[in-house]
């Protein structure tokens, strides 16, 4: 079931009345029915992974109550280490079993083995999941916070359907609290969520799909575009991935919201950003944090020599390329970012150049990057990278360019990109959120909604991040 289906609108809007007329006397009654929805909701993909999501949820309940109870560190090591265990160990051989094996591939062979594929099917959601619940066991390892009590609640804050999915990933300190409680209904909070679950679909939905259609056929056949087509198909995808997941991100948090229920911010408009830290604070901001509170802090972070700060960076980028998939082109953009990083935190490059210099750069960096990660494989991405940087009207093989493409809704998708990210710089952010009163809140309420039933395109194309 996905966000943008119309048998979601009839899942939400079902859970939204059953929940809301259960009152506030029924807590346990009401976290157990957001359970059995989430649970359904999940089971809708496929029903025979509910039980991965139970197997997290019942060993870290376990694990994080047995390691708050024990005196002896060497213990409550030993029993983060069963957590990080089974969980990693479910992501490992869900997701990289068969890269690693495709790697060892040509050893395995050169000794006289064989080496088959298992035909394994990647869980929907379960590198979000199953960060979300390390966090729980390393925040009580760390003493940072007490284990709840309620398998139930902890159950719910495993398996919450707006998040469950493709985040963002929410830390158990927020949430937790919240579900042991029944939240008052208020109205703007059903309004703001309403608002926000609303923008992220026309994000997703008008802006998003529009320009995926442009990228998928670019990225397709880049050896007979010229480089001003293969150059808006780059931009493009800029476009469509972070109107696709930061559009997944607002449906998420406005959906919880209505339900009486807070999420983090997932995404500041990352590419008004003018250094490449900046950019990762505004970029899928609970992956990034994770990464620096979880990885990179136990790593030692910055607090060793210069290499080991630099080491430090460029494990952690590494394996957040890897996190987002079993590919080469993603160990590659971590490591670009890694390097990027480390580059300028060294050479100090933001503090010599004029801001529009330092955002021109981030955004070269960033999109060449993107490269790698829309990039199925690396000799599409070489293809792509020769093309960008080769005479418009030729071709790679040094032939005439027959096919300059300059499709006019993706150009005016882009411009659309460039016109809110500019605004959001000015006083109109305020009246981008539509607040309750406005005159205008109404009339472009009523557009957004006539937009979607109107201009969505045809088909169901699923979120990116959803292959994560």
């Known amino acids: ?52 999501l139970l197997i997290s949820t019942l060993v870290d309940y376990y694990v994080a109550r047995r390691m708050f109870s024990c005196a002896s560190p060497r213990r409550r090591r030993a029993w983060l280490i069963v957590s990080l265990a089974v969980n990693l160990g479910m992501l490992g051989f869900f997701k990289y079993f068969n890269f690693f094996l495709d790697t060892a591939r040509p050893l395995i062979e050169s000794l006289g083995g064989h080496a088959g ?22 925040d009580v390892y760390r003493g940072k916070l007490r284990p709840t009590s309620s398998l139930l609640d902890f159950a719910l804050y495993v398996a919450f359907f707006p998040q469950l999915v493709a985040g963002p990933i929410v830390r158990a300190a927020s949430l937790l609290p919240q579900l042991a409680v029944v939240p008052p209904f208020r109205y ?40 001003v087509s293969v150059w808006i198909a780059v931009i493009a995808y800029a476009g469509q991935i972070y109107y696709d ?26 590419y008004l950003a003018t250094s490449m830290s900046d950019f990762w604070r505004r970029w899928h901001i609970t992956l990034s ?43 590659l ?55 960008l940087w080769m005479p418009w009207y030729l071709t790679p093989t040094g032939e005439t360019v027959r096919i300059l493409w ?11 990109m460039v016109i809110e990210h500019a605004a959001w710089m000015t006083r109109l952010r305020r009246c981008m959120r539509l607040p309750i009163g406005a005159w205008y809140s109404g009339v472009v309420t009523a557009i957004m909604i006539w937009s979607l ?15 994560f």
């Open 1 to 52: 079931m996905n966000f943008a289906q119309a048998e979601f609108v009839v899942f939400l809007c079902v859970v939204l009345v059953v929940t809301w007329t259960m009152g506030a006397s029924s807590r346990r009654l009401r976290n157990g029915f957001l359970l059995a929805a989430s649970y359904y909701f999940y089971a809708y993909w496929d029903y025979r992974f509910c039980g991965l």
């Open 117 to 138: 594929n298992l035909n394994v099917i990647l869980p929907v959601g379960i590198s979000f999941f199953t960060f979300q619940t390390l966090s729980y066991t390393i």
């Open 188 to 227: 703007r909070m059903m309004y703001g969520g309403f608002q926000q679950l609303l923008r992220g679909a026309v994000k997703k939905v008008l802006i998003a799909d529009r320009l995926a259609e442009t990228v998928d056929v670019v990225f397709a056949g880049v050896e007979i575009y010229s480089s």
């Open 245 to 270: 997941f930061s559009g997944y991100s607002d449906m998420a948090i406005g959906i919880a919201k209505m339900l009486g229920y807070r999420f983090p911010v997932n995404f500041r408009h990352p």
């Open 289 to 331: 944090t994770w990464l620096r509170d979880y990885l990179y802090i136990s790593l030692g972070g910055s607090r060793g020599s210069t290499r080991s700060t630099q080491r430090n960076l460029m494990i952690t980028m590494t394996l957040g390329g890897l996190w987002h998939g079993a590919a080469v082109t993603y160990v």
């Open 333 to 387: 953009w971590g490591l670009w970012h890694g390097l990027a990083l480390v580059s300028e935190r060294y050479r100090r490059f933001t503090s010599r150049f004029p801001l529009v210099i330092r955002w021109s750069f981030v955004m070269l960096v960033v999109l060449m990057g993107w490269v790698l990660f829309r990039s199925p494989d690396w000799t599409t991405a070489t293809l792509v990278y020769q093309r």
């Open 406 to 416: 300059l499709p006019p809704l993706t150009l005016l998708m882009i411009a659309i």
């Open 453 to 467: 039933l109107l201009y969505a395109p045809r088909g169901f194309r699923p979120f990116v991040y959803f292959q």
